[in-house]
């Protein structure tokens, strides 16, 4: 379900958006996943009157946004921070030590290990199923950057390096 809550735009965020919407112009169901990918990169996530600007732009039903939106753990119908750090909290980063990384994370920025939103509204942690790099185990995206295998030493510098 789609958070009661609407997005606050700058101007400019505004602008940018309203380009995209005329540039998927009539774009149909092959359209929705690289719009709401473009939307989210300007605005973080995607509210309400948005979702339904989509479906209309788009000429698909509303309900087939929500689905995406809903479906999609890469989607959020929510706000989030400015920059969403995903923990890979499957077999494999267990294996090689992500409890560490995930507390040192929490620690550092006030939310719980299971997740949140710190005070701040700059971060958002997050814990996912398998992120597909395994091999850099234990692994993590900083918003789209893949990063591993990460230590929890490095975890303060990781973060104020984000502007
Ligand atoms: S188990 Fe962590 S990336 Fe696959």
């Known amino acids: 379900m789609t958070s009661p809550q609407t997005l606050a735009l700058t101007p400019h965020q505004e602008q940018a958006l309203q380009t ?3 540039r998927y112009q009539g774009g ?3 359209a929705l996943l690289p719009l709401l990918h473009d939307i989210q990169a300007i605005t973080g996530w ?3 009157p948005t979702a339904r600007a989509v479906a209309h732009t788009l000429g ?3 309900i087939e ?3 995406v939106l809903e479906f999609y753990t890469l989607f959020y119908n929510r706000p989030v921070g400015k920059h969403v750090i995903r923990v890979c909290n499957d077999l494999a980063c267990m294996l090689a030590g992500h409890e560490a990384i995930i507390r040192a994370l929490a620690d ?3 939310v719980p290990e299971q997740g949140g939103t710190s005070a701040d509204g700059r971060f958002t942690l997050e814990l ?3 992120l597909g790099h395994c091999e850099l185990a234990p692994f993590l995206m900083l918003d789209e950057e893949p990063m591993g295998p990460v230590s929890p030493d ?3 510098d990781l973060l104020g390096g984000v502007s």
Do not use: T
């Open 28 to 30: 149909g169901q092959s």
């Open 60 to 62: 698909i039903p509303e």
């Open 20 to 22: 995209l919407l005329r």
């Open 108 to 110: 550092h920025l006030g």
């Open 154 to 156: 490095q975890i303060p």
């Open 65 to 67: 946004v929500h689905n």
């Open 46 to 48: 995607v509210d309400e």
């Open 128 to 130: 996912h199923p398998c």
